[in-house]
């Protein structure tokens, strides 16, 4: 006989306690439950919202992501698919100010009865990115620590098909629920990778893109940080490579250790482990002392990869406490040997960034290894070729590379004329006064020392008399080449070291003009640059193009294009802006600017006004990053904003 009991009685099992808190509760569904499996059935909801109302942009905007993948494999491009329409319906606001969440939210929230799930509802605007680690864990809530923040709190898991560890790494999205969060829709563990290891990879990046908060960064980037973070940790492994002898992998180690304690990012050290390993193959040297090697290879290095802390070869033999000497034998028998693979990584890289048959980016060295030192290099090198008698074009070239790679001492002078060029050269790596009163001091030597004129102008009382110091520059180093000098270099001047400060002069001349409103005279000076020089390794055909948009001069404008097509931000959006003048928004222009998009997607961005130009122009910028969308904005925000509807255009597209 079944007997009802009320839930306030005391329990038939005779412990003494009310039905509802004994026997009772195995009858009971908790509130909670019923709010999480209704949590994950809106979370689904709003999936299937986005899929059906705004598939288009989702798809659009996952086809930009889609080159940051680092496999082409079906699976993980059907996860990230998934990961990125979350993303991308919670914190991407579309053209009318608001997210997909929010549109959501507004179309469904009156069709909720239960005044608490309508309540977590609107509170699913507050979402945020997290990585993170798990503290501890029971049953499907999670008790994790933000990495960034520090914070501590509980996070739900509502279909827990995952066994999570404790401390173990993970990143998500969280969608706040009462006092705690709900993950949408799981953390995704990388448990080859520690917390550390990942918030310095994001610190870093947050860093160098400029922004204020790393939580935003994660926010903004959350997909892109996705794909990356598998690799921060690194695939290279000491232990499983086949080292010729012991004392080889103990130079990798130690190279890896200090490397690593130096701040310099995982994939280049591993760069430099990978061709330590090649080097082992092909050279079995005696090794007494692993710190000299070390020493070496990390000299070696940063002779093809800017890093943060750089070192002339003293620098890094008193850095390791080795010998100069033995350092510079040892690097250039590694450059050497090396020299195949070390050219093989550079193509690859810029092969996996801009495609095979793309132009390569300029590589930007640091202040102590720029052009004006290269340059004071070969200027010596040019000198000391006068004394010299060579055989072959072979020995030639072999000299100058010795004097490129390993730079004798200075020495002093001989002259004048030749002293001021040397001042010059240290004023060009001074900062301050000292800047200025070297190339004063190179002017009372020399007063037709062109870059002299050029240091001064900078600072200059007004526009007017810097153009002025720049056009007296110019025309002094015209009259020192020679009218037949002009004649017969023309079209590989910058080749010949003698016309660089000419050439610098006019394009500094050229830019002033520019500034000043003359822009027919501008556009002179800039063609004339490209006559002598038409390799233009100074930029002047960037200048000239907008100059030429300024006249309204829209076919010379093509003709510039179609000479110097290149899959750079400067070349992609300007193929966009001229179509956009010539002929409208019209199919082509939409094709050209997605192309353009994929080559750098932050332009819009800053051409929409949606982020600032910062105050202070960055020093570098690298191809396809937010640097190279500022400095493209900069020069040419104004020519876009005189397309009448860009703003919108812009948006939709």
Known sequence: MNVKVSRNEACPCGSGKKYKKCCGVKDTVSITQVLENEIDDLQKRILYYACNYYENEIEEAFEDFRQYLLSDGEEEEEFFHFIHSIWYSLFVTLDDGETILEKFIAAEAGKIKRPKLKEILNSWVDARTIVGKITSLENNTLTVEDGLSSEEFKAIVTNLNTNYNKGSFFIGILLPFEQKYVFFPAPFDLPDLSLEQAIDFIRTKSKHASYKSPEAFLTDFFMEIMSDLPTVGGIVDTEEMEWPALVY?????????????????????????????????????????????VAALHYLISTFVPLESEYTQKGIAKLYGVSVGTVSAIYREMDDVLEEEITKIIEMSYEEHFGEHEQSPVVQFNPQKGQMATERVLHGAMAELEGKNFDSIDEINEFMNKKLNSPAPKKAAKGKKEQAKLLVYDAFEAEGLQRYKLA????????????????????????????????????????????????????????????????????????????????????????????????????????????????????????????????????????????????????????????????????????????RLPKQMPDYYGWGDENEAVIYTDSHLDLWKRVEGIQEWLKKN
């Open 249 to 293: 992998k103990e130079v990798a180690d130690r190279f890896q250790q200090r490397l690593e304690s130096f701040g310099v990012p995982i994939p280049v050290v591993e760069i430099g482990v990978i061709l330590w390993y090649q080097f082992c193959q092909k050279k079995q040297k005696r090794i007494q002392n692993p710190e000299l090697y």
């Open 440 to 611: 004063k001091e190179a002017m009372k030597l020399d007063p037709n020392c062109v870059d002299a004129y050029l240091i001064l102008a900078e600072g200059a009382a007004s526009l007017e008399e810097a153009a002025g110091m720049y056009e007296t520059g110019m025309n002094v180093g015209k009259k020192e080449l020679g009218k037949a000098f002009f004649k017969e270099n023309k079209g590989h001047f910058w080749g010949l070291i003698e016309t660089r400060p000419y050439m610098r002069a006019k394009f500094h001349y050229g830019e002033a003009l520019y500034q000043l409103g003359k822009n027919e005279e501008a556009i002179r000076q800039y063609e004339e640059l490209l006559e002598l020089n038409p390799n233009d390794n100074q930029g002047a055909r960037y200048s000239l193009f907008i100059s030429y948009m300024e006249k309204g001069d829209l076919q010379n404008a093509r003709h510039l294009l179609e000479k110097y097509e290149e899959g750079t931000a400067q070349g992609l959006y300007n193929q966009v802006l001229l179509e956009l003048y010539e002929k409208g928004f019209t199919t082509k222009a939409k094709k050209l600017l997605k192309e353009a998009k994929k080559q750098n997607k932050y332009v819009v961005a800053f051409l929409t006004e949606k982020k």
